[in-house]
């Protein structure tokens, strides 16, 4: 695709309820990554990938949190039994992997725990 | 582990005047690559410049240039003529190497005043 491609926009869930938070990344990109960022703040990092495989996950906060990119190019991000701290802005992004490639962000995906 | 750290949380600046955005990181490696990204109001990310540590040149795209000081590990962004579209969130990002991890600061709040 021309951008990478956050679902849903927003969403908004009940305390304890799960949710999945899906990525398509800009075709052929090798590597895509996950952030979360609160209002006002940088970009902090949850988990990335080359190809299927998960290279780093130092940055999911706890074991409530998952990441999957089976096939190395669609990515879901999942937080199970979300809790009110979880609200903030997911986003996405993937880049061509060489060296100086820039990470190309999607437009996020907001997520609102009540 | 590598940190970036962006010292000032807002700036202001006159339209047509010249700005300077400090960022400085930490890192024990000698091979590495720096980006400065924009976020305005619309919270899109935006890629504004990129340099590549084996590169003593400074970049430049257009109104925007770095002054990159390896030894100083100092990495600021000059944006020439502001505009008052370069009203917007500015951060600045720190790659290891190839498929690692982008570090970003905490990001400086740019107001261009008319």
Not at chain 1, 33 to 54: D, H, I, K, S, V
Not at chain 1, 107 to 112: S, V, Y
Not at chain 2, 48 to 59: F, S
């Amino acid at each position: 695709g021309a951008g990478v491609s956050q679902s849903p926009r927003y969403k908004v869930t009940k305390r304890g309820q799960d949710v999945a938070l899906r990525c398509d990344p800009i075709s052929g990109h090798v590597s895509l990554y996950w952030y979360r960022q609160a209002l006002g703040q940088g970009p902090e990092f949850l988990t990335y990938f080359n190809y299927e495989a998960q290279q780093d996950k130092s940055g999911l906060p706890n074991d409530r949190f998952s990441a999957e990119r089976p096939e190395g190019s669609i990515s879901t991000l999942t937080i199970q039994r979300t809790e009110q701290r979880d609200s903030a802005m997911y986003r996405c992004a993937s880049s061509a992997g060489t060296g100086n490639s820039p990470l190309h962000f999607g437009n996020g995906t907001r997520l609102t725990v009540t | 582990a590598q940190t970036v750290t962006q010292s000032q949380p807002e700036m202001s600046v006159q339209e047509a005047e010249t700005v300077t955005l400090s960022c400085t990181y930490d890192t024990s490696e000698s091979d590495y690559y720096l980006f400065w990204y924009k976020q305005p109001p619309s919270r899109q990310m935006i890629l504004v410049i990129r340099q590549e540590a084996y590169k003593q040149q400074n970049a430049t795209e257009n109104r925007f240039s770095v002054n990159f000081q390896k030894a100083a590990k100092s990495f600021s962004l000059k944006i020439s003529d502001s505009q008052l579209g370069d009203a917007a969130m500015y951060f600045c990002a720190y790659r290891r190497n190839y498929g690692q991890n982008f570090v970003f600061g905490p990001g400086t709040r740019l107001s261009v005043l008319p």
